[in-house]
């Protein structure tokens, strides 16, 4: 029988009449070098399941990037189908939502900020930045205290490599952005600030998981191009919150 390298997905020829029944077999990819298990109820399959697992693993290779992004707009997607599919049934019972039952509607006029950065001075320079450009900034020097803040309903969070109590703050606040449900990390724009990576480059960004990269040596463009930034994200999602919208209303 044909299956599928767990590692690289490379088709393998396994012989399991060799096998004692209920035997598994321990098989190295020709392809990868890599060893993996391949299970007797693997060979049980009929052949359309056969087929059809085949044809889902022959399906294009995709980044961790770009499977954890699909989690999280998958999530997204799910959660307003539950809550479509809720209201419909509750209103098919005539029963009316209560106050407690019901989100309220975000104060547009309270726009959070997290500036995450041990330098007073550019943390300074970070709030002005933001405040101008209609946010409420809030700035910590340490990890702890930045931790919580991201509970908080945010639409911008600023993360530098690291904070006065830990050298990885930049990285461990960054996979916790990462890990949010799709429709929450969608709302916040992240920015990431380095002495080394050049501002905007999108494809370190991606990389980072954050949504900009700011360069310490353009602070004094840093309003504009966080700006930019923003305008290009909003551009870039307003196809896929233009279909989310199609699905609530279908």
Same mark, same amino acid.
């Given at each position: 029988?044909?299956?599928?390298?767990?590692?690289?997905?490379?088709?393998?020829?396994?012989?399991?009449?060799?096998?004692?029944?209920?035997?598994?077999?321990?098989?190295?990819?020709?392809?990868?070098?890599?060893?993996?298990?391949?299970?007797?109820?693997?060979?049980?399959?009929?052949?359309?399941?056969?087929?059809?697992?085949?044809?889902?693993?022959?399906?294009?290779?995709?980044?961790?990037?770009?499977?954890?992004?699909?989690?999280?707009?998958?999530?997204?997607?799910?959660?307003?189908?539950?809550? %479509?599919?809720?209201?419909? +049934?509750?209103?098919?019972? #005539?029963?009316?939502?209560? =106050? $407690?039952?019901? @989100?309220?509607?975000? *104060?547009?006029?309270?726009?959070?900020?997290?500036?995450?950065?041990?330098?007073?001075?550019?943390?300074?320079?970070?709030?002005?930045?933001?405040?101008?450009?209609?946010?409420?900034?809030?700035?910590?020097?340490?990890?702890?205290?930045?931790?919580?803040?991201?509970? %908080?309903?945010?639409?911008? +969070?600023?993360?530098?490599? #690291?904070?006065?109590?830990? =050298? $990885?703050?930049? @990285?461990?606040?960054? *996979?916790?952005?990462?890990?949010?449900?799709?429709?929450?990390?969608?709302?916040?724009?992240?920015?990431?600030?380095?002495?080394?990576?050049?501002?905007?480059?999108?494809?370190?960004?991606?990389?980072?998981?954050?949504?900009?990269?700011?360069?310490?040596?353009?602070?004094?463009?840093?309003?504009?191009?966080?700006?930019?930034?923003?305008?290009?994200?909003?551009?870039?999602?307003?196809?896929?919150?233009?279909?989310?919208?199609?699905?609530?209303?279908?």
């Amino acid at each position: 029988m044909n299956v599928c390298c767990q590692h690289c997905n490379a088709q393998v020829r396994v012989d399991m009449s060799k096998l004692a029944p209920g035997q598994a077999a321990r098989v190295t990819c020709p392809t990868c070098r890599q060893p993996f298990t391949v299970q007797p109820q693997a060979a049980e399959a009929p052949p359309s399941a056969q087929s059809a697992t085949s044809s889902a693993r022959e399906a294009p290779n995709l980044s961790a990037d770009d499977r954890a992004w699909l989690r999280r707009e998958m999530e997204a997607l799910r959660v307003e189908m539950e809550r %479509r599919v809720t209201s419909q +049934v509750l209103e098919a019972m #005539g029963v009316r939502p209560t =106050a $407690a039952d019901t @989100t309220p509607d975000e *104060d547009e006029e309270v726009k959070a900020a997290l500036v995450c950065e041990p330098d007073p001075a550019f943390a300074q320079v970070l709030c002005e930045v933001l405040r101008d450009l209609g946010y409420q900034p809030m700035a910590f020097a340490d990890l702890a205290t930045a931790w919580r803040a991201l509970d %908080r309903e945010l639409h911008v +969070v600023v993360v530098t490599e #690291g904070m006065t109590d830990d =050298a $990885a703050a930049g @990285t461990k606040i960054l *996979d916790r952005l990462s890990r949010m449900p799709g429709a929450k990390r969608r709302k916040i724009f992240v920015v990431h600030v380095s002495n080394e990576i050049r501002s905007h480059d999108g494809g370190l960004s991606f990389v980072l998981g954050a949504n900009m990269t700011l360069n310490r040596a353009d602070a004094a463009r840093a309003k504009d191009l966080i700006r930019k930034g923003i305008a290009e994200r909003d551009k870039l999602y307003r196809p896929f919150l233009r279909a989310l919208e199609a699905v609530q209303h279908a």
